[in-house]
């Protein structure tokens, strides 16, 4: 399984639609909407590189709101126990 996280500025009154486009990918898990020099985070689950080439080269940077994306790879992925640690900081003040 590849693991990648594709960072995308898109067209800022396009945001929300592009957001909701990229999540429909096959191979797309999940789409965030961040603040920052991105405005979208994809967290991309493949079975190969062709699959990241089909859903990145093919289907994120064709679509109509995407300006422009870096992707990164992951190598290793750490204890979930780590994981959910750090997503879930400062969330206590958002409640």
């Known amino acids: 399984m590849i693991t990648a996280f594709v960072m995308i500025q898109a ?3 396009l945001i929300p639609e592009t957001g909701e486009a990229i999540a429909e990918l096959p191979g797309v898990a999940e789409v ?4 920052g020099e991105w405005d979208l985070i994809a967290l991309l689950r493949l ?3 062709e699959q990241l080439d089909d859903v990145v080269t093919m289907g994120l940077r ?3 709101g995407v300006e422009r994306t870096q992707t990164f790879l992951a190598f290793r992925a ?3 126990k780590l994981l ?3 997503f879930g ?3 206590e003040a958002i409640e």
């Open 11 to 13: 067209r800022r009154e």
């Open 32 to 35: 965030y909407s961040v603040t």
């Open 47 to 49: 079975t190969d590189f």
């Open 62 to 64: 064709k679509m109509p």
């Open 78 to 80: 750490y204890p979930k």
């Open 84 to 86: 959910e640690q750090g």
């Open 89 to 91: 900081l400062g969330s």
